[in-house]
Nanobody, 127 residues
Framework: QVQLVESGGGLVQAGGSLRLSCAAS????????MGWFRQAPGKEREFVVA????????YYSDSVKGRFTISRDNAKNTVYLQMNSLKPEDTAVYYC????????????????????WGQGTQVTVSS
């Protein structure tokens, strides 16, 4: 069982930055790919970014490429999402998730492939 707890959300003006954290329980954190998804009101949950188990491989959605950066610290069981140049359209609840099975550039983008989810943290970007 893996428990994920996100933090770092909040209200920020357009152009600003936020750093989200996702702390994971369990001794096998370093074996999982981790992803960040977001869901805005009335919309489906969408893929944002993911990172492989070692941190050597990252995957970004086109909407955040160049603005967001994912990283992980396996010693601290934590994954981070640095969000820069935020836009009002980035407003959503952000969720981190753990993918314990096979992962590649296709599967990491599918929310149904993830086994564990955090409770989410709200990010609001004002114009």
């Amino acid at each position: 069982q893996v428990q994920l707890v996100e933090s770092g959300g909040g209200l920020v003006q357009a152009g600003g930055s936020l750093r989200l954290s996702c702390a994971a329980s369990g001794r096998t954190f370093g074996r999982y790919a981790m992803g960040w998804f977001r869901q805005a009101p009335g919309k489906e949950r969408e893929f944002v970014v993911a990172i492989g188990w070692s941190g050597g491989t990252t995957y970004y959605s086109d909407s955040v490429k160049g603005r967001f950066t994912i990283s992980r610290d396996n010693a601290k069981n934590t994954v981070y999402l640095q969000m820069n140049s935020l836009k009002p359209e980035d407003t959503a609840v952000y969720y981190c998730a753990a993918l314990t099975g096979y992962s590649d550039s296709y599967y990491v983008r599918k929310p149904t492939m993830y086994d564990y989810w955090g409770q989410g943290t709200q990010v609001t970007v004002s114009s």
